[in-house]
Every structure is written in C-alpha cells, then in structure tokens.
C-alpha cells in the first residue's frame, strides 16, 4: 500500500554545498590576555558545547577575517576543568559540513512524485502556522506534539506551552535514562539528573556495570576517573565486553548478558549477611532493611553464579572490595539505561546498594547537588491544556515522571473507530529513525499525521519525513539558553554567536519567535533578539551579558554548606518516609514490587547472538557520523565477535557481513568483522549512530550498520515506560542478500 507521505531525498537542495574547511591552526595559549589577543587581530567568543549532554564551555576561537579555526575549553568551568574531549574539540566540523542545510524546505508533488522545493522563511513559517491553528480549532492545541532534544527544544517548548500544548517529549527519558530516574526516586526520593553527582575524584572504589566511561566521554568524570587511578582507585567493571575502562580495572566481570540484577541482588545478600554493610547509616537513614534481608536471603553467590556466570569467590571478593572502601564507593547509576524491559528494577537495585555501602551522600560517594537561581524572565502564565502526555499514557507506567516517546507515537496512529489524539508533529534536534525502536509503528504514525515539520543542521533521516524542514544553525552561530546545570557549585555558562549563520540557516529562538507571533503568542517572546533574555536574566544576578562575554563561565557560590552529609546530621529525603526506602513504598503502591526481583530474560536462537552497542570517544549517537573532523577519527563502526563464534563462522578479520534478526530484519548495509577475546562467545557488540541511508550524508552514508535498524523486538518498562533495547538477536549474512535502494 502506498504511503501518503513518502520518504524522500533532498537532493542538493538546501545542502550548503561549499568546500569550506576548518584548515590548520597553530594552537594558542588560553591564558593570553583578551586584550594582547584582540589587539594581535585573533578573537574569540563563549561557548557551551552542543555535541553532548554534558555541555561543556569554551573559547571558539577566529582569525583576523572572522573565520571559526578551533574551539578549547574554558578554564573556569567545571564540567570540561579547560579541556575537550575529541567531540568537543571536532565540533567545528559542524560548523564548516558542506552538507550541512542551510534553506527552508516544502514537500511538494511534481509529475506524480514527491519531492522538496527551496521556500523562503516567511512561506514556511505561514505554512507551519496554518496548519497549527488548523488543528487547534478543530482538535485542541494538545493534538500537536513536539519531539525534541538538546537546547533548540528548550526555545520550541516555550512555544508549546504558550500555545496550550504540553504534548512534549524526548527520547532522552524513555530511550534512555528514564529507568535510572525511576529507581532513584523510588529509593533516595529524587532523580540523578544530569551531571551525575558521583563524586570519583574521592572515591576509593568505583563499580561500572554496564557504565563505560572513557568511552562515553562524560567529560568531567573521565578526568576524575584518570585522577583516581593516580590515586590507586579500585574499580570494579561489569560488562560482557573488555571496555577502554576494563583494562584499567582491578575485578573485570564478563557477566552474561541480561543477567546484571541477578549479580546486584547476590552483591546486597553479601553484604548484609557478612555484616559489612554501614549499619549506622542504615539505621539512622533507611527504612525497609528487614523486609531486604529476607528478601535476599536466597540469592547467595552460588545462586548467582548459575545465572551469571560469574564465580562466587569473585562476587564475595568484590562485595568485600566495595564494603571495604565505603563509604567513599561508588556503583554508578550509568545513563543509557533501556536495556531488558526491567530495567527500573534494576536502577532499584544499584541505588540499594549504594545505601547499603553508605554512599548517598559522602565524601567519595554521591555529593549532594546545587543549581544556580537564576530568574525567569517575565512571560505571560501559559493556558491550562485540556490534556497532556500523561493522557497518552493510558492507565500505563505509573512511575513516569516525563513523556514516553513511544505512547505519543502510538497516540498519533488512529485506531479502529477512533482517531487520532495527535495530529501533527514538530522534531527538532532529534533524528527520530535513529533514536526510536519500533520503526513500523512510526511509520504507520507518520503517514497518518497532518502535517510533520522537522528542525536540524543537518539532513538526517527524519528530515525525509517531513512536510517542511526548516534550516537551524549550529551552536557556534547563536544565541541559547545558559547552561544552569546541578554540580558541587552552582555555575552558569553563556553561548553566544561565533559567526552569522551560513546560508539561510536559522536560530531556534528566532524560528520559535516567528512562528509565535503568526500564531497570536508575540507577548510571550517579547524581545528583538534573545541576548535581551541572557542579559536581564544576569542583571538579575549582578552581572551582565558584557560581562560573560568576557569569562564564558560563571561560578557561583553554594547557598548551603551540605555538599556531604555531615557524621549523624539529621537528614530529610523526599520519600513517602522521608527515609531512604529499600523497600519503596511507591512502588508497592503503584502495584510494582517493592524490593527487585530477577526475572530471566529470553536467549538466543541458535546461530544467533546478542546485539549489544554502545559509544565512542569521537562520536555522539547519530549526530556526529557526518562531522569531517571526527569521520577521520572514526569513519564506520565495526563488529566486535569473539574468536570462537568466527571459527564457526569462518569469518575473518576486516570481513564484511551483513546482519539478520531474530525477527528477519536485514541490515541496510555490510559492517567489517572484528576478531578480538574483549567479547563474550555468546554477544556480538557494535558502536551505535552508523548505517545512515541519506546520501546527503556525503561521509556517513551506507558506513557500517545502524543498531537501531536490528533492534524490532521491545521489551517496555511497566513502572515507567522505557523501551528494552537489548533483547535482539543477530546472525551473519556472508554476501548481500539484496541491492540496497536509499529507503
């Protein structure tokens, strides 16, 4: 059956299509004056990254013509301490990307066929405009929803909620850390957030399962973690797979995968029945610790070792490794956290241990957290919707405390004798058929929608969905919101434009003020250009936006001296209890278990293998594959197999295969076979953001194998709605089962 709304290419159109480059650049001292640089023709501007969540500030820095030539960290802020990382320092190549989009675009019909034309910003925007009222008169603006990430979403939610939509989610919650949020909670009362609190710098003893820092490139932790290896720190890696951080390791435990709760739970039984866990702490802080000891009376080492095959003298070596170094340890919550469908539990699970260990709270544990006052600035209230993304929820995941991607998908497909709740769709920063399992179901709501308007740098794969695709700059050409993230002390950073933006390109805040002054909503962006928000909000402060121009960063002062718990200070957490609660009520009263449980997952077919993914130090999901700076470094993922399976295979090394699923899913493209011991026999592990189909995409197109293509089988997260991602199976394809067309 043919789709209404077809996947199309853009063909050239709207691509910069410019051979600019970045070039050589001898490297300057940070720490030169402003005025000796300045005076000497270089200049530079503040910044934050946007290549990562971590957000790191810096220096981009320009030669006499204006030209954007590197970008360096800022000395004074704390999340980069004045150094990048690879991502951070290859930015630029976002900047100078020939296939980068740089005009607005309109699907179109010519002859029969869907393509795009070139439109100027005033008939997109009129296009965009209609059709949101539109849909506002006749179905609410509630049935118009935004999909976002990163800080362009900041300036569209703003929008949305002036508009009376509060339909807005991210694949960062329920394609990512949203379990670990729900555990957390469920436990400590609050979240981890973003920095996580983990205080490595101090720590005696680190535990990464499933957490793979060094690769991931959180940058501030990877720098701690170098500085407490210098120190002697023991760390502790689980994971099916060698990591970079496994060979820095005192234990490396090759678990099987999907079996992670099974050790956690063997880990807390150790403890408790050893005695070694922090028993003042317990009880001063905690309620529930007699319905946990019996509860994990039963899962002994040997239990745990039929499941996980991990040895029980290792499982007791390491639990007394931990409680030996507590309460400066860490077990450390990871991030990307979707992985078997139980995956709250599990959270559940490491946020109990570290209660056990005395973490939450002290020197070489958790620190506890302060963010920056900042004033908002002076907006109109936003209307009250009739109904918001929880109503998509439909009785489902009780826990969830942000929108589920996937029921927002699921709401905009029409059932039998109902329509559809949603109706159109905004996408801005987020490559949906990258991010999202489940592809099927998203087509089938694409094709349903009214309308789909996509926002990117570049022409990713979403935007070949789209009705309009609107041309956004890069962070080095604009104006966004300061980065006002929680660490050990509140700091702010400022971006700010490095350059005009090239071509037609354009900021979110400009693109969010247009649209809200055709819908009506002028009052709510009431300023020429948003340095006027930045510079009221720091006057508010004491400062000004000159004044950051200057130092990028500003830190501030915490208000409370808690940055630890003191020895027996009284301590409230914002539980039911106000304890910490090893046995959660909330869960209990959501219907959910309120201790973890291991529950076995499926194994798979014979001749198949679990498909694992994750990071690498140069590249960030799917954002990153096109970046020329950081293509060198890393042009395709590879397959990481282990020797005995290729032997089976007769597979070699740098070979080229094609994968299948469990489900018959045939990858798009080939990937090169890597022969190494660093992966278990029964998983194959590959480097997630490869296999792009847009040849747009000059560097990244038909380059390895997209994870997200092989991942069709979900296993959802009952408490708060997180897609189970590694419950997918591959084997071999030895020659092409078909010519590939760009789809």
């Not at 946020?351 to 506890?368: D, H, P, Q, T």
Request: charged share 25%.
């Amino acid at each position: 059956m043919a789709s209404r709304r077809d996947f199309i290419k853009i063909s050239g159109l709207g691509l910069l299509g410019l051979g600019v480059t970045g070039g050589a650049w001898s490297v300057l001292r940070a720490s030169t004056a402003w005025e000796d640089l300045v005076a000497e023709g270089i200049r530079f501007s503040p910044t934050y990254c946007e290549v990562c969540f971590w957000k790191c500030a810096g220096w981009v820095y320009k030669n006499e013509k204006g030209d954007i030539q590197k970008v360096v960290g800022n000395d004074d802020d704390p999340h980069c301490n004045g150094r990048l990382c690879p991502r951070g320092t290859g930015g630029t190549g976002m900047y100078h990307d020939p296939d980068r989009l740089t005009t607005p675009l309109i699907r179109v019909t010519e002859n029969g066929k869907q393509t795009f034309r070139k439109a100027s910003w005033d008939e997109a925007l009129n296009w965009i405009a209609d059709k949101m009222k539109q849909t506002k008169e006749q179905y609410g603006p509630e049935s118009v929803a935004l999909f976002s990430h990163g800080t362009s979403g900041d300036h569209f939610e703003h929008l949305f909620k002036a508009f009376g939509s509060a339909t807005l989610a991210g694949p960062s919650y329920a394609q990512c850390r949203g379990p670990r949020d729900a555990g957390f909670k469920a436990t400590y009362g609050a979240g981890v957030g973003s920095p996580e609190p983990t205080d490595i710098r101090d720590t005696r003893c680190l535990v990464l399962i499933g957490s793979h820092i060094g690769e991931n490139m959180h940058n501030s932790q990877v720098q701690e973690m170098a500085e407490a290896i210098d120190k002697g720190v023991d760390i502790i890696t689980v994971d099916p797979r060698f990591s970079t951080v496994a060979g820095k390791s005192k234990h490396w435990l090759p678990i099987k995968p999907a079996t992670d709760l099974a050790l956690l739970l063997s880990w807390m039984h150790v403890l408790i029945y050893e005695n070694l866990y922090d028993k003042a702490y317990i009880e001063q802080y905690a309620t529930g610790f007699e319905q946990l000891k019996q509860h994990v009376r039963r899962f002994t080492p040997e239990w745990a070792y039929g499941i996980t095959t991990i040895q029980p003298d290792q499982i007791r070596a390491t639990a007394r490794l931990m409680a030996a170094a507590a309460p400066a340890v860490i077990v450390h919550p990871g991030r990307h956290v979707t992985w078997y469908g139980d995956d709250s539990q599990r959270s559940r699970a490491i946020a109990i241990l570290n209660a056990l260990l005395g973490a939450w709270g002290r020197r070489g544990g958790f620190f506890l957290k302060e963010k920056a006052s900042l004033p908002e600035y002076p907006y109109p209230p936003y209307p009250q919707p009739r109904w918001t993304w929880r109503d998509t929820l439909d009785g489902r995941y009780a826990l969830a405390d942000e929108a589920v991607t996937n029921t927002l998908i699921e709401a905009s497909i029409p059932k039998e004798g109902q329509a559809a709740r949603i109706k159109g769709w905004v996408i801005t920063g987020t490559n949906l058929p990258q991010a999202i399992p489940e592809k099927g179901k998203m087509l089938q709501a694409i094709d349903a929608l009214d309308f789909v308007v996509a926002i990117d740098t570049m022409p990713m794969e979403v935007t070949g969905f789209a009705d309009v695709v609107l041309p956004e700059c890069t962070f080095f050409e604009r104006y966004d919101n300061l980065r006002n993230a929680p660490f050990r002390e509140p700091s702010l950073a400022l971006r700010m434009p490095a350059a005009e933006p090239m071509g037609d390109s354009k900021p979110a805040w400009w693109m969010a003020k247009q649209l809200a002054e055709r819908l009506g909503l002028g009052a709510y962006f009431p300023y020429k250009d948003f340095s006027e928000v930045l510079d009221w909000q720091l006057k508010q402060i004491g400062s000004s936006l000159e004044e950051m121009k200057k130092t990028g960063v500003i830190r501030l002062p915490r208000k409370s001296d808690n940055l630890y718990i003191k020895e027996g200070e009284p301590m409230s957490f914002p539980t039911p209890s106000g304890k910490i609660e090893l046995y959660a009520s909330t869960m209990e009263q959501a219907g959910f278990d309120p201790l973890p449980n291991y529950i076995a997952h499926p194994e798979p077919p014979e001749g198949y293998y679990r498909l694992n993914y994750g990071r690498a130090p140069m590249h960030t999901f799917s954002r990153t594959a096109n970046n020329p700076n950081l293509t060198d470094l890393m042009s395709e993922n590879d397959l990481w197999v282990n020797p005995k399976v290729a032997r089976i295979w007769g597979l070699e090394n740098g070979q080229y295969v094609w994968l299948k699923n469990q489900d018959g899913m045939v990858s798009d493209f080939s990937i090169k076979v890597r022969i190494t011991e660093r992966i278990r026999w029964d998983s194959v592990y590959l480097v997630h953001g490869f296999g792009h189909n847009r040849k747009e995409l000059s560097r990244a197109f038909g380059k390895g194998v997209s994870d997200t293509q092989m991942i069709t089988a979900v296993r959802t997260d009952p408490v708060m709605g997180g897609t189970g991602m590694r419950g997918n199976f591959v084997t071999f394809l030895m020659q092409e089962p078909t010519k590939i067309k760009e789809s």
